[in-house]
């Protein structure tokens, strides 16, 4: 018979990892939600932004495309972006989210914090052994 | 007599940068502190590993020096530090951490998540207009 497994087991290498990536998650893909949508011409729906942090983000910031839209969702809230509904021939009526004014100044803010930060980061990194 | 303020002010950009800065710091402190113990040769306390990193990190990270605490004690409780207490001359005795096996184990996967988010993040924005 197996041993039963304790109640609470020693954090594991990769609970912390996953718990790391969660952290570092949370600002990036923001900011990825972001650019794409300051770098687009028109409107998108999240599926399209979907492909694109997939496209241009090789998949890391993507994750389940479920997670993006309460990330949308929080940028709509603080006013970054606008969105409305529009009917799809192809289906149910799709969302379309477009970056505000005070969005394309948050980027810009934005940009120079993840700089700012990322530098710091890769200094502190430098200093390990190899 | 002044206006008085509403309840619930609309979200200013500085809100959302600030926002945005507390969500990237989450995972960004606790890997530069796990880089400078991985770095040390030696034991370090909590004002040595600040001054490590306002000096490495160009104080982009630092902050207070009192935000370091809570993110040291989450390392020590993950199992990836290991601290003691030993009394000082200069003052009150001070706590000593030193990364861990498992800690350094961490480290290693940790700055590979770093990079892969960081080269995404820096892959979307140049998708941006200039």
Redesign the interface.
């Known amino acids: 018979m197996p041993e039963p497994q304790p109640q609470s087991a020693?954090?594991t290498?990769s609970?912390?990892?996953k718990?790391?990536?969660k952290?570092?998650?949370?600002?990036?893909v923001?900011?990825?939600l972001l650019?794409?949508l300051?770098?687009a011409t028109e409107p998108m729906y999240g599926y399209q932004i979907a492909k694109r942090?997939e496209h241009?983000?090789?998949g890391?910031?993507s994750g389940k495309q479920s997670a993006l839209y309460p990330v949308l969702r929080n940028l709509c809230?603080?006013?970054?972006l606008d969105s409305h509904v529009e009917p799809s021939i192809a289906g149910p009526p799709r969302r379309y989210y477009q970056i505000t004014a005070?969005g394309r100044?948050?980027?810009r803010?934005?940009?120079a914090?993840?700089r700012?930060?990322?530098?710091?980061?890769?200094?502190?990194?430098?200093?390990?052994?190899q």
Not at 23 to 28: D, F, H, V
Not at 124 to 129: A, D, E, K, M, S
Request: charged letters at 20%.
């Open positions: 020693e954090p290498a609970d912390s990892l718990k790391f990536q952290e570092l998650s949370a600002g990036t923001s900011l990825a650019a794409v300051g770098a942090l241009e983000g090789e890391v910031l809230a603080a006013g970054l005070a100044e948050a980027l803010e934005w940009v914090a993840w700012a930060t990322r530098d710091s980061v890769d200094s502190v990194l430098q200093g390990l052994p």
